[in-house]
């Protein structure tokens, strides 16, 4: 599929966000005052950015809104219940430290847990799309999850625990793109199944659907050349991953070398991100293959 750079965003940086509140409201650090202040105040940049990014991605930006109203059957408007939710929690125990010096554990540990289960949502979008097999897997969500909680570990500068979810994160990575490549072929989907014609024999195209291009080609039938696929990869985990994992593991006291390996991870979940859309092969483009 077509990677829309505001998609890109809204998965990377909401999920730096949440990953954040969730290691704040979980009160793996308890900054006060003014450091409190901007420790939360990071976190709901991020958030809120990558919801804007979010609404804007949508044909009407204006009717943002109405994505709540149907959280009984859209993972789309349960991810726009829990952000709400998620963030409302959170803020009593944030106010109570940067105005009082005070936490509100209680209210963070709700907040903590609704930040998971908002990025579990986000990544449900597009694990429950038996349409895109290499979305529809297991290893979605895990990889969702596991790059919010790397990220929340290294922007509090949980060292340990940066370490060990970058290991966890790399491997959920790997997986992702071996299972992945071969999810499509597995599926077994083919013109006669997804006309419901096979049954009566082998369907074939007499003609192509189109005599030029048009939006399912540009966005549902996108192709990436496998070298670059290749490359991307390796930065991805280079980047995202092993890179930081060193920097830590060199300079564990260093808010220089923290800094750089937040840098660093935050290029390399853009580079995955990114072939995570730009991989993805839906099962429309059956139509354009004959």
């Excluded at 991810?79 to 936490?103: C, K, Y």
């Excluded at 922007?155 to 491997?171: E, I, R």
């Excluded at 659907?209 to 399912?216: A, M």
């Amino acid at each position: 599929m077509h990677p829309a750079p505001s998609i890109i965003l809204f998965t990377t940086l909401s999920g730096l966000g949440f990953g954040l509140l969730a290691f704040l409201g979980a009160g793996v650090i308890l900054p006060t005052g003014l450091a409190a202040f901007l420790w939360f105040g990071l976190g709901y940049g991020l958030a809120l950015i990558g919801l804007a990014a979010s609404a804007f991605h949508l044909g009407h930006p204006e009717r943002a809104l109405r994505a709540f109203t149907q959280w009984r059957t859209s993972w789309l408007s349960r991810e726009a219940v829990l952000s709400a939710a998620a963030l409302l929690a959170i803020a009593p125990h944030a106010a109570g430290l940067v105005f009082w010096n005070t936490p509100v554990p209680v209210m963070g540990a709700i907040g903590a847990v609704l930040c998971g289960v908002t990025v579990f949502a986000t990544s449900m979008i597009y694990a429950q799309l038996k349409t895109v097999p290499r979305w529809n897997h297991w290893t979605t969500p895990l990889v969702f999850l596991l790059a919010a909680l790397t990220a929340g570990a290294l922007l509090t500068g949980s060292g340990y625990s940066a370490q060990m979810l970058l290991a966890w994160l790399a491997v959920a990575m790997v997986l992702h793109w071996i299972l992945g490549d071969g999810q499509f072929a597995r599926r077994g989907s083919t013109l006669g199944t997804a006309t419901g014609l096979g049954l009566m024999g082998r369907v074939r195209q007499l003609e192509p659907p189109h005599t030029g291009t048009n939006y399912l080609l540009t966005e549902m039938a996108y192709v990436v050349a496998r070298r670059h696929v290749r490359v991307l990869r390796v930065i991805a985990l280079a980047s995202g991953c092993v890179l930081p994992s060193v920097l830590l593991w060199s300079a564990p006291y260093s808010l220089l070398a923290l800094g750089i390996a937040v840098l660093l991870h935050l290029a390399g979940m853009l580079a995955q991100r990114w072939l995570f859309f730009a991989e993805a092969e839906h099962t429309v483009a059956l139509y354009y293959r004959g």
